[in-house]
């Protein structure tokens, strides 16, 4: 694969506990890249990657009901699946109609355009990711998100359902080109394999939105031994003063 072109060099300062991870969906079968030797959900694979080498997973290494075959844009669901039948029976959702309508706002790659999928760490990416995800804690993650709105004044907003939360950490971002985040703790299936605890946000940034975070955190202040917040009355105090200097000096021109 080709050598990465973008410096990803901004994220250094936040000292991240988990590895950025960026993922990239090709048509052809990855070289110089190891196939994935384990057997693992598509929710499991951002884990796996931020402890290892890169690898790649091949059209016949989907495990999870058909569920990541279809998102992937790969194979047609099963009935049982996007009837509803599963989720009802299970208890998930009120009743399989339900469930059902959930299928509906599930994003999915255009058809037969994916047949393999690369991981890998930021430390071992040789290539410009499709969608880079970033695990952060809340601290961190209130700058690494506002990062876009720094320059763009545009709103970061988090999109997912309770199951499938692939969908919404690897192909959301991809498909529609915006930022997306997803707290650990909320996703039922990836609570239930055990792949992070509760509370840290999976930043997922499509390609298209990696210039403007990078150049916007070269800039953006960080400090990760804040003081303790002032509370409400000296920050009103801060604020107001702040605006009537403003108004002074405005008038003043």
Partial sequence: MASKLRDFSALDKFKLERKPVGVKFMLTRPKGIKKLAKELNFCEMLKEAQDNDAFYVGP?????VGVEQMILGMKDP???????AFGGD????????S?????QYLP???????????????????FDPDVLIITADNRQAQTILRSVNYSTGQPFVSKATPVVACAWIYIYPVVSGELNYFVTGLGLGMQAMD????????????????????????????????PPPPGGK??????????ADLRKKIKEE
């Avoid at 016949?60 to 999870?64: A, E, I």
């Avoid at 099963?78 to 509803?84: D, H, R, T």
């Avoid at 299970?90 to 109609?97: P, Q, T, V």
């Fill in 90 to 97: 299970e208890g998930l959702f009120k009743d399989a109609s």
């Fill in 108 to 126: 999915r790659m255009p058809k037969d355009a994916v047949r393999y999928v690369v991981f890998a760490p930021m430390d071992d990416m040789t």
């Fill in 195 to 226: 792949i992070f605890p509760p509370g840290l946000f999976l930043i997922s940034v499509p390609r298209n939105l990696l210039p403007t975070m990078m150049e916007n955190l070269k800039e953006m202040a960080w400090n990760p031994n804040p």
């Fill in 99 to 103: 469930c059902r309508a959930m299928y």
């Fill in 78 to 84: 099963e009935p049982v699946l996007v009837s509803g």
């Fill in 234 to 243: 000296v920050h009103r105090q801060r604020v107001n003063k702040l605006m």
């Fill in 60 to 64: 016949d290494q989907w495990v999870c």
